[in-house]
Antibody, heavy 124, light 107 residues
């Protein structure tokens, strides 16, 4: 069964750091583009960033709101991806989802499979 | 950045109604738009990709249309399980951007 499981969320003070993990099972994560998506309490969905697949050298893209503060990395040996979040702000409070894209006709359609999410609360 | 305007933000409808939700892009995006459904407390689920292609396993009462700057999600005959929030996602360029969402509630 294809599954994504996030972990690492919690309460952190403004200015602090947190690293989220996303462990994949049932498939090889290295074959897929992946995106982090977040949802603030009672809010809409926001794209955070993307890591392309191994063939594309795991290159990354980020939303302007997190660029320079967040970074995505991978560990093929653990079939996992990470979101390192630094200089956290109260507006980063959200549920963070790990998602993978589906390749259809050579195009990578984002957010085909979702994890259950992990909650990050930034508060003093 | 390309902005996405989704309308309406909320609506009330009855079982059996035909429902239409629209997303407009601030500039042309070809067919780079997907539609997602999110039920309360659940993870979002893709319904439509590439503006008009039905995701595998999604009921045929859902359909998508449009190209360029205006896109539509249509539910032909609203079912009880369709009461949810719907989002469009633009993905032709970075950053990927979601519409603000449309909450479909029971009338």
């Amino acid at each position: 069964e294809v599954q994504l499981v996030e972990s690492g969320g919690g309460l952190v003070q403004p200015g602090g750091s947190l690293r989220l993990s996303c462990a994949a099972s049932g498939f090889s994560l290295s074959d897929h583009f992946m995106d982090w998506v977040r949802q603030a309490p009672e809010g809409g969905l926001e794209w955070v960033g993307r890591s392309r697949n191994k063939v594309n050298s795991y290159t990354t893209e980020y939303a302007a709101s997190v660029k320079g503060r967040f970074s995505i990395s991978r560990d093929d040996s653990k079939n996992s991806v990470y979101l390192q979040m630094n200089s956290l702000k109260t507006e980063d409070t959200a549920v963070y989802y790990c998602t993978i894209a589906a390749s259809i006709g050579g195009y990578h359609y984002a957010m085909d499979v979702w994890g259950h999410g992990t909650t990050v609360t930034v508060s003093s | 950045d390309i902005q996405m305007t989704q309308s309406p933000s909320a609506m009330s409808a009855s079982v059996g109604d035909r429902v239409t939700i629209t997303c407009r892009a601030s500039q042309g995006i070809n067919n780079g738009l997907d539609w997602f459904q999110q039920k309360p407390g659940k993870v979002p689920k893709r319904l439509i990709y590439a503006a008009s292609s039905l995701q595998s396993g999604v009921p045929s009462r859902f359909s998508g249309s449009g190209s360029g700057t205006e896109f539509t999600l249509t539910i032909s005959t609203l079912q009880p399980e369709d009461f949810a929030t719907y989002y469009c996602l633009r993905h032709n360029t970075y950053p990927l951007t979601f519409g603000g969402g449309t909450k479909v509630e029971i009338k």
